[in-house]
């Protein structure tokens, strides 16, 4: 946890500006010698947090029979720690209780920091300012596959509680990239509905935000909807029975319950957490195309122009499209480092990686779920990012998936900075 305290700290949250409270949480006492240890690792106020037992138990309609028999069984078939008692007591906290923990009561937003995650890019700007400038909501940094043997129900509960609370919808909910198409053709689990190409056939492909990483408004996870679904998943047992995780259950939540303009992208956020990294584009590679302009080093004001337009011409696909309204916010971003007088280019110690890199390496090969036919990032930005060269593997062979995108080849992958066009 030390190692991810003193990377926040330096990246972001040491700056006089920040130096934003640090909350943990645990279901025992945390130890004096850990209180210790990370008091000294911040400038912030820190606080420890027992939480109560009601929040990390099994519920009383739980059978503790059929829940042991259920991690036997998921343990059994590989389903990521679905043996450990704690850890779906853990995904069932972290889907709904954590934002009801008293300590958080006078807090708008929560950053979610897991110990043994590393943050590779300086963070030139206030993100929670960010958030609330922009009328944002929730903010995640991977879009990628889970294993739909952890959550065999969760799609059939979502359906029922939307139609016994279709006014806690939002309008503006847009849910198409979360259902599969009928190009998603690897079927194995639930036979092929034959809809026609292109369309869907309404059921859930699986993607999810990577909630290891999220940046959120603690009101929406109280609030009304978001505690009604909670609740109706939470009474079905799926917790317990299944090991729903809360990636899933945010993501369908806010997909829900939110209109998409109020989901942020962090892509300029380098983080890394187990085998799944996500690393920005940043000031070296800016300085590369800048430099490998035709017409050489350009000068820094017409920078931002001229790299759009050297942009145009090496991914070869005409007049550059924009990535969609949500990521014209990149120019917010952009002012707000400006303001701060920090560089605009990203100070990063990592490997600038392609936006779908980590798309299926949670999903383990005997999982024979049907995979979308393009990745879950490209699913939620949309527009360009779908576009494809040549289909060069399949993304559900055994090569596709070791390679996670590399068996596809898009137009785009990310890797320059016109990904923030
Ligand atoms: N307090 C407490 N935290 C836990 C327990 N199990 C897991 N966690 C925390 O929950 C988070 C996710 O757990 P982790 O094992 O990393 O899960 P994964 O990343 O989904 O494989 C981490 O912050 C863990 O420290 C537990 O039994 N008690
Ligand atoms: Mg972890």
Known sequence: ????????????????????????????????????????????????????????????????????????????????????????????????????????????????????????????????????????????NMAILDDARSFPSLWEQTKAFIEQNSELVDNDADFNWLLYTANDEDDVIRPHTGTAKGSSDGEYNNCQFYSNFEIGSLDFFRSKAHMAYFNHLDQAGGFYYERLGDAPVHTLSVSLFLPKSKVWYFRDIGYSHGSCEQCPPHEDELEEVIDSHPNGPLPRDTKEAEVKAHGTQSVVVGPFETLGFQHRRWKTIAQDVERQKGIPGLSCGCTVSAIDNNNARLVPYESKQRKPSDTCIRKFLGGKWLARKDMVSDINSVAGIAAGSAGMEYVLDGRNMVSFQ
């Open 1 to 140: 946890m030390v190692a991810s305290i003193l990377q926040v700290e330096s990246r972001f949250n040491g700056r006089d500006t920040h130096q934003y409270d640090w909350v943990f949480f645990n279901n025992e006492e945390f130890t004096l010698e850990f209180q210790a240890a990370i008091t000294k690792a911040t400038k912030s106020r820190c606080f420890f947090e027992r939480i109560p037992k009601a929040h990390w138990s099994t519920p009383l309609w739980v059978d503790e029979t059929r829940f042991d028999v259920g991690r036997q069984f998921m343990g059994g078939i590989g389903v990521g720690k679905a043996w450990l008692q704690s850890y779906h007591h853990m995904c069932r906290w972290n889907a709904g209780f954590f934002a009801l923990e008293e300590r958080l009561a006078d807090y708008d937003w929560y950053w979610r920091v897991e110990p043994a995650v590393k943050f590779h890019c300086d963070i030139n700007y206030d993100v929670f300012r960010f958030m609330e400038e922009n009328n944002m909501t929730y903010g995640f």
